[in-house]
């Protein structure tokens, strides 16, 4: 059974707060914890910022999509996508799906998920030739718990072997989940994205 059914099914928040207050509490010195690679990655993606939803099956995905929706004002708006596959999906969400970085937000699927970093890594597949800096700042990401690996190289190595006949460009990680509270030259040129992940347990 997975990290995440379990702590969704039997665990209360409260002992699982307990057990990551712990791992977190432990000095810097200390030899470091060998984790299961998906409560890794869940502890690391939420330590970026990241904000995700377990999903248990199709009907859950659409239920916490159209939560996301409501949370955020998305309905009606216009949503950037390259995934003609999620377009079909979702197309019961009154959304508009364009190809250009002013929409409300970026809905996409990923390559990989990388415990030991908490990032979510993305390519040519996802992103077309597009740079992280020119999409729109908030990202809806569906991914499954079969694409967790523990550590980019992995992820390297399983995009490779899945696209032998053409290996994908403009492979990068997304891995700060902090959203920009105010736009100014500091902060131009960041990839920070304010991200929710979709999980669709599949294992």
Known sequence: M????????????????????????????????????????MMNFKRNGGKF??????????????????????????????????????????LTFVKNSSASFFFSTCEYLIADSGA?????????EKKLTELPDS???????????????????????KNKNSIPSNITTIKDFEPQKEKDFLSYGSSSKNLYLLLLEDL
């Open 2 to 41: 997975s990290l995440f059914r379990r702590i969704f099914s039997s665990k209360s928040k409260s002992d699982q707060k307990s057990k990551e207050r712990h791992i977190e509490d432990r000095s810097k010195y200390m030899p470091e914890i060998d984790l299961p690679i998906d409560e890794s990655f």
């Open 139 to 161: 990202f809806v990401i569906l991914a499954a718990t079969s694409q967790l690996v523990k550590n980019i190289g992995e992820g390297l190595k399983g995009i490779k072997e």
């Open 120 to 128: 979510i890594l993305v390519s040519s597949n996802q992103l077309r």
């Open 53 to 94: 939803l377990y999903c248990d099956n199709d009907d859950e995905v659409l239920d916490s999509f159209d939560k996301i929706l409501l949370e955020n004002n998305w309905y009606q708006k216009d949503v950037c996508s390259f995934d003609l596959s999620l377009e079909h999906k979702f197309s019961n969400f009154n």
